[in-house]
């Protein structure tokens, strides 16, 4: 499904490959926009699309133009959140968020526009010209007739003389610019009336052989790796399909969700639901305060800062599966048709994080059509996260980065105490770096320094110096590198930010070597390399016989003395110690310096000293001279 998606124009139905099979037939193709992967329109959205059309264009307006057919969604790349709406294998039209006016619009296409004029709904504005191209402006003096029933922005159809419809404009003060422009079509297209149950019947061939190949790769995947799979799921679609066709395939999985602790309610409720349902043991991990912890550190997760995936996801379930010794491979519900990310996941694969555990994606060569049509085929509608069916076409923590400003108003109306706890946490963090409402009511906290070109456009209309969010944003635990040469050796040193805490930080460092604790630092003899001292005023220097070897005894110990500091007590570092030398008590991590071997991995590893080094200098290219 590179570009688009098969349609039965005699069934009314989309279908996953070019043959109908409820008819025989070919469909039609119907080209769709960028990051094609349409979804099913449930009826909360297709209620919610005609509630958008009748505050746009009239009442009526809705029903004129949503056919009796079924409806696909297809998310557009946008300022926030937007779709394609396809019925009888036509786009009518984008429902959009508009993200300057805080509520959502409709842009008819021309399908869309023939129906509303059909009903004699919505503003038109006959031309003289024959045709007109994408990006004009016309004035009054082209209009030969016009109906302009509300002012500005409104979306008007572009009419030829001969009453066809050949373009969509805007209207902007006083002129009309042309949005898409389109060859002369005089009628509507109408279909017969379908439901998804038409859907399934025309795809079924291709629904069980791609839930035949999947349960076949986990029945063979288990036979050689062992019996012992685990599903991790999330109590989205995805997982709930990916653990449906584990079952079906002959093992009996247990299953790994992990609560973030920002997790919806209803997703919660879904985890009871299906395990009860499937009958599967549950195996239950918990980020607990971490979330909010980091956010103390960090301030709110952002989509080029994402800290929280690392704290709250990876750091819990890393540590459920090491714990147990007889996992032989996890199954999740990953597709490469959800992101750029995920473009190149393969089907069986070993864990980066996990190497002794291979993991399984059975669905992904799937596309969400096909998960759904898969789910109803299999009569488990009744197992979908109901959020699913409420307006959100993604389910995962309502405070995600990821998500959109109409996907927050919705969790905020289907949770106000929930969003509001949220929000205010957002609010007197960023009015504590003098930031304005702005940067919470129109989402600007989900980045930091990588704003996308439409955000930065969105900065710009609000008065908001997006240099200015960066400044006030930059949360750095080190700072001030320097390297310089002295007498036969060298050193390295920067400034730590946190409070330190020399007793604590010294239960950290036997991860470098041996410490020696005064009333004001703390002293490391790292063998046969050199030295770290640590001052109570946050400065850390290495002292060592080579340049490199400064800047690296450097980072470790900076690594050490911030993964003490910060600790979460996400106890990822428990998890990766080879010889059990570490031990997080409270919010405190300790080291046995008589068991540690000095590997280094439980800060390599560590989440918080991980994103509080941000920024570490590589190498540093300084003068032969002391500071």
């Not at 929280?308 to 490469?336: H, I, M």
């Not at 220097?541 to 400064?550: I, L, R, S, Y």
């Amino acid at each position: 499904m590179a570009s688009g998606v098969f349609w039965c124009t005699s069934c009314n139905v989309p279908l996953l490959s070019e043959l109908c099979e409820k008819c025989g037939g070919r469909g039609v193709f119907v080209k769709l926009g960028k990051h094609v992967d349409p979804r099913p329109a449930f009826d909360w959205d297709i209620l919610h699309t005609k509630k958008v059309l009748d505050e746009e264009f009239g009442l009526g307006a809705g029903e004129a133009v949503i056919g009796e057919g079924v409806v696909l969604l297809n998310k557009l790349p946008y300022l926030d959140k937007a779709y394609e709406v396809v019925c009888d294998g036509v786009i009518v039209g984008h429902v959009f968020f508009d993200l300057f006016a805080l509520r959502w619009r409709f842009k008819p296409y021309q399908e869309g526009w023939l129906r509303l004029l059909e009903h004699e709904l919505g503003s038109w504005a006959v031309v003289a010209k024959k045709r007109v191209e994408k990006g004009d402006v016309l004035s009054c003096i082209d209009f030969v007739e016009a109906s302009l029933l509300r002012g500005e922005g409104q979306y008007l159809a572009i009419l030829s003389q001969k009453r066809e419809v050949i373009g969509v404009g805007e209207l902007r003060k006083g002129s009309v610019r042309v949005l898409k422009a389109w060859e002369p079509r005089g009628e509507a297209i109408r279909l017969r009336e379908s439901s998804w149950s038409d859907v399934v019947e025309a795809n079924k061939a291709f629904i069980a052989r791609s839930a035949s190949r999947s349960s076949a790769l986990l029945h063979k995947a288990s036979k050689r790796l062992g019996p012992n799979l685990v599903v991790s799921y999330s109590g989205g679609k995805d997982s709930l399909a990916a653990l449906l066709l584990t079952t079906e395939s002959g093992a009996e999985p247990r299953v790994l969700f992990n609560d973030t602790g920002v997790e919806m309610p209803e997703t919660l409720e879904n985890v009871e639901r299906v395990s009860r349902a499937l009958g599967v043991e549950v195996i239950y991990t918990e980020a607990g305060e971490a979330y909010w912890r980091g956010f103390e550190l960090f301030g709110p997760p952002t989509r080029d800062n994402r800290w929280c995936s690392k704290l709250c996801k990876l750091a819990p379930a890393t540590k459920a599966l090491r714990s147990l010794k007889d996992v032989s491979a996890t199954v999740v519900g990953q597709r490469r048709h959800e992101s750029f990310a995920r473009a190149h996941t393969k089907e069986v694969a070993r864990s980066r994080w996990l190497p002794h555990i291979v993991s399984i994606a059975p669905i992904s060569g799937w596309s969400m059509l096909l998960v759904w049509l898969y789910l109803m085929w299999a009569n488990k509608m009744d197992m979908v996260n109901q959020l699913y069916l409420s307006g959100f076409d993604r389910v995962g923590c309502f405070a995600c980065p990821a998500g959109r400003v109409a996907d927050f108003l919705l969790v905020k109306e289907r949770h106000p105490s929930l969003w509001q706890s949220f929000e205010e946490e957002l609010r007197k963090w960023g009015s504590r770096r003098g930031l304005p409402e702005e940067w919470v009511d129109y989402g600007l906290w989900r980045w930091r320094k990588r704003f996308p070109k439409g955000q930065l456009k969105v900065a710009e209309k609000l008065g908001i110096s997006v240099a200015d969010v960066r400044r006030k944003t930059a949360t750095k635990y080190v700072s001030d590198f320097s390297l310089w040469a002295e007498g036969e050796g060298w050193c390295a040193s920067c400034w730590v930010s946190a409070r330190i805490e020399l007793v604590r930080a010294a239960k950290a460092l036997p991860s470098l070597g041996e410490v020696f604790l005064s009333n004001d630092s703390a002293w490391v003899e790292v063998r046969g390399v050199g030295r770290v001292l640590l001052e109570q005023s946050g400065r850390l220097v290495a002292f060592t016989k080579n340049g490199e070897d400064a800047l690296s005894i450097l980072e470790k110990a900076a690594r050490a003395v911030l993964g003490s500091m910060l600790c979460v007590g996400c106890g990822l570092c428990e998890e990766w110690c080879p010889v059990e030398a570490i031990k997080v008590r409270g919010f405190s991590p300790e080291v046995d310096e008589r068991r540690c071997v000095r590997c280094g991995l439980c800060f390599e590893k560590c989440p918080v000293s991980t994103h509080a080094l941000r920024g570490f200098p590589k190498s540093l290219q300084l003068p032969r001279r002391s500071p």
